[in-house]
């Protein structure tokens, strides 16, 4: 099976090619005129490409050959979608979050995982957005493990479809070098279980969750002040950020 980059645009070529090298994709490219390569099933051109794998001598049908179009700033939804077409059709987009203080984030186009992130907690929603953008029907599925930062990142991505995923036993075993890699691989896991639809998430700290956020606030303050536990919950349903939370708490004990 093979992938067939055909483009007169230089900056998509190169952007195709430099993706499908770094996934260790084999591939040929062609001119324009010349006939498609034995095996070739998908062709990724630049919107205004024509007459590639048009010879008549050519003994595959180009309408055999599945198109994607790519965009030259972005080529890599183009190359994700030729990938996940080769190992047996589009597949729905899903994407997995192990949440926590830093997240780990996979990509899945069906069965294969295109992409995977290991971002702070402020740039998850963004991370999927981005992902998800362009995607029919996507969907991400959230573990429940990290309950605070979770209805966080729920509340987040009210504009997609979330679901909540009972993330038991979905970190796996990490061996010798794979240190830092558990949530990733984690949310590889959490992306391929179904879960339950939410649209909110409700959660009522517990005092310990309290407390873990009112040291943070008492760690990045100049002055080792801390918030009071009041603070603390509205940081916790999301009301308030913890920077946003230190500044009502300093002004309002001036």
């Known amino acids: 099976m093979t992938v067939v980059v055909a483009t007169e645009n230089f900056e998509l070529y190169h952007g195709v090619v430099n993706e499908l090298r770094d996934r260790g994709v084999t591939f040929t490219t062609v001119e324009p005129g010349d006939s498609f390569p034995d095996g070739a099933k998908v062709l990724i051109r630049a919107e205004g490409d024509e007459g590639f794998g048009a010879d008549e001598t050519d003994e595959i049908d180009p309408s055999d050959v599945e198109t994607i179009v790519a965009d030259p700033e972005n080529p890599r939804p183009a190359v994700d979608e030729a990938l996940a077409r080769l190992r047996g059709g589009e597949g729905r987009t899903v994407v997995g979050v192990d949440p926590g ?3 780990g984030i996979a990509v899945l186009s069906g069965d294969v995982v295109v992409a995977a992130f290991h971002v702070p907690l402020a740039d998850v929603a963004e991370t999927v957005r981005r992902e998800v953008e362009d995607a029919v029907d996507p ?20 504009e997609v479809t979330v679901e909540l995923v009972d993330e038991t036993g979905t970190t796996p075993y990490l061996g010798t070098g794979a240190r830092g890699m558990g949530d990733v691989l984690a949310a590889v896991n959490i992306a391929r279980l179904e879960g339950e639809r939410v649209e909110g998430r409700e959660i009522e700290p517990t005092a310990g969750e309290l407390q873990v956020i009112q ?16 603070l603390a919950r509205r940081v916790a349903a999301g009301d308030l950020t913890l920077e946003e939370a230190m500044d009502e708490h300093r002004n309002g004990g001036e």
Not at 139 to 158: C, K, P
Not at 215 to 230: G, H, T, V
């Open 215 to 230: 040291n943070k606030s008492r760690e990045r303050a100049e002055d080792n002040r801390e918030i009071d536990a009041d």
């Open 101 to 103: 203080t830093r997240p």
């Open 139 to 158: 969907v991400v599925r959230i573990g429940d493990g990290a309950r605070l930062q979770g209805a966080q990142l729920v509340r987040e991505l009210e």
